[in-house]
């Protein structure tokens, strides 16, 4: 059974556009994430959500919306797309926020293509 | 300022043969815990080892040790006896106090891996 999954695994569309990624976690995990890794592999902190409230909204514009329904999901909005925003993103959570069971596992990422 | 320096951006090894992949941080928390993830040709992200500031010992996960010096502020990844599969991105990462970083991680540039036969 896969732990964390992301919906698509690809995506690719036009400037402009509006797409949403999905993630779900079955580890029964308390915290998720949303992470940004660019074209050189370089991976960073978007958002995080602990028990479906925000934790962290790391200066990512606001066209990027994170909706966390209940604990197991967090879905991530982007709005009017831009060339810069080609990357792959990544969901991840943790049981914890900080702790000795604050492991953070990763979903397969999602390669999001802006033409 | 970069939390995590990976100065090592390709390295070849020989199948085998152990590697030591280098990763320095910088922080004036006492409290952090020290990652080292995985990410094959194929993408995903894959969790090795961690290691707390406060373990006494030195983390070990199978084929994979982590050299913590605290002092100078490094936790090396050790992969002995590397296999082709091991060909990968290797990346270092920290989380920093709670309150500070609520949970994020920071992560290093990598270090590209290739095994050869």
């Known amino acids: 059974d896969t732990a964390v999954s992301q919906t698509p695994k690809y995506l690719v569309t036009q400037m402009g556009n509006d797409k949403s990624i999905k993630c779900e976690q079955n580890?029964?995990?308390?915290?998720m994430y949303w992470y940004k890794q660019d074209s050189k592999k370089f991976l960073k902190i978007m958002f995080s959500y602990n028990n479906k409230e925000l934790i962290i909204n790391e200066t990512v514009p606001n066209r990027f919306s994170p909706k966390s329904p209940d604990k197991a999901h967090l879905n991530l909005h982007i709005n009017s797309l831009e060339l810069g925003d080609s990357a792959v993103y990544f969901c991840?959570?943790?049981?914890?926020?900080?702790?000795?069971?604050?492991?953070?596992?990763f979903g397969p990422g999602t390669r999001l293509t802006v033409l | 300022a970069q939390k995590i320096t990976q100065t090592q951006p390709g390295m070849f090894v020989q199948e085998k043969e152990a590697v030591t992949l280098d990763c320095t941080y910088d922080?004036?928390?006492?409290?952090?815990?020290l990652f080292w993830y995985k990410q094959p040709s194929s993408g995903e992200m894959i969790f090795l080892i961690y290691q707390g500031s406060y373990d006494q010992q030195n983390a070990t996960e199978g084929r994979y040790s982590l050299n913590f010096q605290k002092a100078r502020k490094s936790a090396n990844l050790v992969i002995s006896a590397s296999q082709l599969g091991d060909s990968a991105m290797y990346f270092c990462a920290m989380r920093e106090l709670p309150t500070d970083s609520w949970g994020k991680l920071q992560f290093g540039a990598g270090t590209q891996v290739v095994v050869t036969p």
């Open positions: 580890l029964g995990h308390d915290t």
């Open positions: 991840a959570s943790s049981q914890e926020l900080a702790g000795s069971t604050d492991t953070q596992y």
């Open positions: 922080t004036s928390d006492p409290s952090y815990g």
